[in-house]
């Protein structure tokens, strides 16, 4: 496996049908936003997925080992992340099941057919360009703020992709709650199910997960609260079993 590594880089383990995946400390690591978010998402048997801003594949690989998907693409515009997750498809095994493809999202209308995929997620940068400090790193930088796409061009890209009854599932922060459901909801994508993600029960929630149907009728279910830790500052049994056997 170490054959599969540049310098500077890591395999990790998913804890996932023994799967791992190729990370860069001094890059962006996945954090437990997108394995929250691979636990929300629903797919069927033979469906096709699409991951927007998928960074080192953590997401479509995760996606593999939990459901019978029939294929799974991963969208990454950052050439140097995009390499590390067709290398790591490669190391897992996977070519058959994920293409890791190196694009813009902004071109998503040259890129894919029209109602083309039966579900997609997205973890996307979750700062507006000129909201808070930006990361001297671009790789960083790009993975947190929208420098390379916004919020509305996630949405649009996934209502363009999207069949009739298409599912898309996003993980964000909850202050910007409002607007996701308005931009959701104008792209024809209407959201459905909402989960707020609490660091402890007595705290205020620090992540949404929701997921928006292509074509839907307006009526939205709010699921239960997901507790990241218990009183004890250990993880619930909830987030121990996400993240699969071995340690959080």
């Given amino acids: 496996m170490e054959d599969f590594l540049k310098e500077?880089?890591?395999?990790?383990?998913?804890?996932?049908?023994?799967?791992?995946?190729?990370?860069?400390?001094?890059?962006?690591?996945?954090?437990?936003?997108?394995?929250?978010?691979?636990?929300?998402?629903?797919?069927?048997?033979?469906?096709?997925?699409?991951?927007?801003?998928?960074?080192?594949?953590?997401?479509?690989?995760?996606?593999?080992?939990?459901?019978n998907g029939k294929h799974f693409t991963g969208l990454e515009i950052q050439t140097e992340s995009a390499d590390m997750a067709k290398r790591s498809v490669e190391m897992n095994g996977l070519s058959s099941r994920i293409e890791i493809m190196q694009g813009d999202l902004l071109e998503a209308e040259a890129l894919f057919a029209p109602a083309s995929f039966d579900v997609v997620s997205c973890n996307p940068p979750y700062m507006e360009k000129q909201s808070g400090l930006v990361n001297p790193s671009d790789t960083l930088a790009?993975?947190?703020?929208?420098?390379?796409?916004?919020?509305?061009?996630?949405?649009?890209?996934?209502?363009?992709?999207?069949?009739?009854?298409?599912?898309?599932?996003?993980?964000?922060?909850?202050?910007?709650?409002?607007?996701?459901?308005?931009?959701?909801?104008?792209?024809?994508?209407?959201?459905?199910?909402?989960?707020?993600?609490?660091?402890?029960?007595?705290?205020?929630?620090?992540?949404?997960?929701?997921?928006?149907?292509?074509g839907s009728k307006s009526g939205m279910t709010v699921d239960r609260p997901l507790i990241i830790m218990d009183e004890n500052g250990n993880y619930t049994k909830e987030v121990s079993d996400i993240y699969g056997p071995g340690e959080v």
């Fill in 8 to 67: 500077g880089e890591r395999i990790d383990s998913l804890q996932r049908n023994g799967y791992d995946i190729i990370q860069h400390p001094g890059k962006f690591c996945f954090g437990m936003d997108a394995v929250l978010l691979s636990a929300f998402v629903k797919i069927k048997d033979g469906e096709e997925v699409l991951d927007l801003c998928t960074g080192t594949g953590v997401l479509p690989i995760l996606l593999c080992a939990k459901t």
């Fill in 142 to 214: 790009i993975a947190r703020h929208e420098i390379a796409c916004t919020l509305s061009d996630v949405v649009k890209a996934a209502a363009y992709v999207l069949k009739p009854g298409g599912r898309f599932y996003m993980v964000h922060r909850p202050f910007r709650l409002a607007e996701i459901i308005r931009k959701m909801s104008a792209a024809g994508l209407e959201p459905k199910t909402l989960r707020m993600v609490y660091p402890k029960a007595d705290r205020e929630p620090n992540m949404i997960l929701i997921e928006g149907r292509a």
